[in-house]
Nanobody, 123 residues
Framework: QVHLVESGGGSVQAGGSLRLSCAAS????????MGWFRQIPGKEREGVAS???????TYADSVKGRFTISQEPDGSTLYLQMNSLQPEDTAMYYC?????????????????WGQGTQVTVSS
């Protein structure tokens, strides 16, 4: 069982930045594609960004040019750098993993999930 733990959430004003981190219980990133998702209470979970085993990335249109997904070279930690944050980015953010070469922004592909970290952006 792979355990994922997110950190780095918090409260910022619009236009600010945050960097989320996701630590895994084992070195999985060489074999796993990874993703970041977010969810607002009462709404469906939304895919934000994903990174494949070869380093290819995919972003939701709503965050393109503002968010960057990356990982440590040794695969120990996954990141989501979030710039130019807006109130509509307010949500619980989750990292997720799957032992596939290529994933995407559909949450059904991911069997492993962290507990989430809250991001709140005020206007």
């Amino acid at each position: 069982q792979v355990h994922l733990v997110e950190s780095g959430g918090g409260s910022v004003q619009a236009g600010g930045s945050l960097r989320l981190s996701c630590a895994a219980s084992e070195a999985i990133y060489g074999d796993y594609c990874m993703g970041w998702f977010r969810q607002i209470p009462g709404k469906e979970r939304e895919g934000v960004a994903s990174i494949d085993v070869d380093g290819s990335t995919t972003y939701a249109d709503s965050v393109k040019g503002r968010f960057t997904i990356s990982q440590e070279p040794d695969g120990s930690t996954l990141y989501l750098q979030m710039n130019s944050l807006q109130p509509e980015d307010t949500a619980m953010y989750y990292c997720a993993g799957a032992r596939f070469y290529r994933c995407g922004l559909s949450d059904g592909q991911y069997p492993y999930w962290g507990q989430g970290t809250q991001v709140t952006v005020s206007s």
